[in-house]
């Protein structure tokens, strides 16, 4: 059974750093992997989405890599802001199916301005 | 704006109350799915529902209940509920139900349902 682990659960850091987000999974056989991004009360809002032949996407100050033989996945915060606090999730999809994503259970980040 | 829209956006409702979930989506997407988010667990996936069929019911209680009459819109019938059941409920969509591996699943902003 596929399981997705985030850590740390939440994290603070001061505006303008740069910081990294770890996703881990314990089945390697994934098709992709997914980060999202769920502001207070809302719904996910895709941020990046890394097919399993690929090693890392970027878009703006984003950028995920994929480790699928060790089962690990980053996403990279640039100059971080205080817009970018919300809890960030790792998704990975299992099955050549219907789409099934399977969550970790996020990290919260708060940037403190 | 993702494109898909759920109502109400928060239901209160007691443990003998019949109610529904409300989802829709204007992506032209084939499938679509209900998950459960409850405080301190990850998304779990409820059901999927691929070209109006549904393909996935993933151990879900019969007390949850899904409809889905048109690949636009998706319901989720909710009777004798139990307080264990509060949560958000979140709607999502793909463009095909085996998409390829590129695509991605678009949210609602969910429904925050609270049973008394």
């Known amino acids: 059974k596929q399981e997705v682990t985030q850590i740390p659960a939440a994290l603070s850091v001061p505006e303008g750093e740069n910081l990294v987000l770890n996703c881990s999974f314990t089945?390697?056989?994934?098709?992709?992997l997914q980060w999202f991004r769920q502001d207070p009360g809302k719904g996910l809002t895709s941020l990046l989405l890394?097919?399993?032949?690929?090693r890392e996407q970027t878009s703006g100050r984003l950028n995920a890599s994929l480790d699928k033989s060790s089962g690990r996945s980053t996403l990279y915060i640039a100059a971080s802001q205080p817009g970018d606090s919300a809890t960030y999730l790792c998704?990975?999809?299992?099955?050549?199916?219907?789409?099934?994503?399977?969550f970790g259970q996020g990290t919260r980040l708060t940037i403190n301005p | 704006e993702t494109g898909v829209t759920q109502t109400p956006r928060h239901l209160v409702m007691g443990m003998t109350n019949k109610k529904s979930l409300k989802c829709e989506q204007h992506?032209?997407?084939?499938?679509m799915y209900w998950y459960k988010q409850s405080a301190k667990k990850p998304l779990e996936l409820m059901f999927v529902?691929?070209?109006?069929?549904?393909?996935e019911n993933n151990s879900v209680p019969s007390r949850f209940s899904p409809e889905c009459p048109n690949s636009s819109h998706l319901f989720l019938h909710l009777h004798t509920l139990q307080p264990e059941d509060s949560a958000l409920y979140l709607c999502?969509?793909?463009?095909?139900?085996?998409?390829?591996?590129?695509?991605?699943?678009?949210f609602g902003s969910g429904t925050q349902l609270s049973v008394l």
């Open positions: 999502a969509s793909s463009l095909r139900p085996d998409g390829s591996t590129n695509e991605k699943l678009f």
């Open positions: 089945d390697s056989a994934i098709y992709n």
């Open positions: 890394i097919q399993s032949s690929q």
């Open positions: 998704a990975v999809r299992r099955d050549q199916g219907a789409q099934k994503l399977v």
């Open positions: 992506l032209g997407h084939n499938a």
């Open positions: 529902y691929s070209l109006e069929e549904r393909v």
